[in-house]
Each structure stands twice: as C-alpha cells, then as structure tokens.
C-alpha cells in the first residue's frame, strides 16, 4: 500500500503510520499532520483568542505528538491520542504564560446550583444560540475560556481541572461560574434575552 494512501481512521493503517512516525518518516509525519490538522485547530481555537495563537499551540503540540509517538499504545484511537497530547501540551504552556490568571475563589461566592448558570445551559440548546456562545467565548479572558472548555467541551471534573492547571478546585468553580456569567451578559448584550 502507498503511503499517501494510509488513513488515519483504519486502525491497521493507523499502525504503519505510527511505526513510520517513529521511524522519523517525514511522508508518515506528514500524512498524521493532515490527516489531523483540522480537529487539533478545532480544539485549539476553542481555548485560544486568536488563529494565530491557535496555530501556535497546534504547531508545539504536534512537535510534543512527535516526539511522543513511541508510547503510543493501539487500545485507542491515534486521533484521540493526538488530540489528548496536543491539549495537554496547550495546558501546560498556558499555565506558564501570565495572561493565563486563574481568578481565587474568595473574590465571588458561588453555588454550584446557581439559577444564572442554568440560563446559559438554556439558552445554549437552541442550535443557533449554541453556536453564538461558542462565538462569544473567544471574548472571555484566557483563564475563564480555559476552565469553560476543559468543564463543559472536555468534560473534565473539577479536581481534574485543578490538578492539570495546578489551581485549586474552589478557583476552577470560581472561573468556570465567572464564565458563564459572562457568557449570559454577553449573549444578552449581543444578541438580545434569547429567541
């Protein structure tokens, strides 16, 4: 089989390109990077405020996903791999970049049954409304956008959020409720209560 022909999907393939990867086969590198290149910008842009710095941590993390490749084990899928060592690699720059302030959790009281919260989630199940949300979230401060996406898109728990951004689980609530809030005044301000 040529190689231009592999495909990322097919588990079998998935192998020979890994293999190929480790090999440091800059045609097997090649076909992982395109291949993958679209759901990693994806998964960037989300935590990122700009394409540029989006690009920026898809760059580095693919270095990482490299560099990496040798431990990757078949029992799951290669694009999930990628996309897992790419954010993680995202992570741990954002957390040794200043703009990245996690807000404590002793400047807002917060409940975690907070009746505003349950807004956004309301508004956000109108197709349309959700995609506007996901618009407005490249406006939230880089630390809000981060919590936010890790909670809500990654499905992350809170201690899980405080461990891999070295903050404590009351600062990731904080963030996360100060994110939907924003979120709620911003879709409000924008685009009106809701339709």
């Known amino acids: ?14 192998m020979k390109i890994v293999e190929g990867c480790v090999k440091n086969d800059r045609q097997c590198q090649q076909i992982l990077y395109n291949q993958t290149f679209t759901k990693m910008i994806g998964a960037c842009l989300r935590y990122s405020s700009s394409y540029d710095e989006a690009m920026d941590f898809v760059q580095e993390g693919y270095i990482k996903v490299f560099d990496k490749i040798g431990g990757y084990q078949p029992s799951g899928s290669l694009v999930s791999w990628v996309k897992q060592i790419i954010v993680n ?15 404590d959790i002793d400047e807002i009281q917060i409940d975690s049954d907070d009746a505003g919260n349950d807004d956004l989630e309301r508004i956000a199940q109108n197709e349309k ?23 809500v898109v990654e499905e992350l728990s809170h201690p899980e959020i405080a461990e891999r951004l070295g903050i404590s689980v009351g600062t990731s609530k904080s963030n996360l409720a100060k994110a939907k809030m924003r979120l709620k005044q911003m ?5 009106g209560e809701d339709e």
């Open 1 to 14: 089989m040529q190689k231009e022909k592999l495909d990322i999907y097919n588990a079998d393939d998935a």
């Open 89 to 103: 690699n995202m992570i741990s720059l954002m957390r040794k970049t200043p703009k990245y302030k996690f807000s």
């Open 129 to 151: 409304n959700a995609a506007r949300i996901v618009e407005l979230l490249q406006n939230l401060t880089p630390a809000y956008r981060v919590v936010f996406n890790m909670y």
């Open 187 to 191: 879709f409000i301000d924008k685009y």
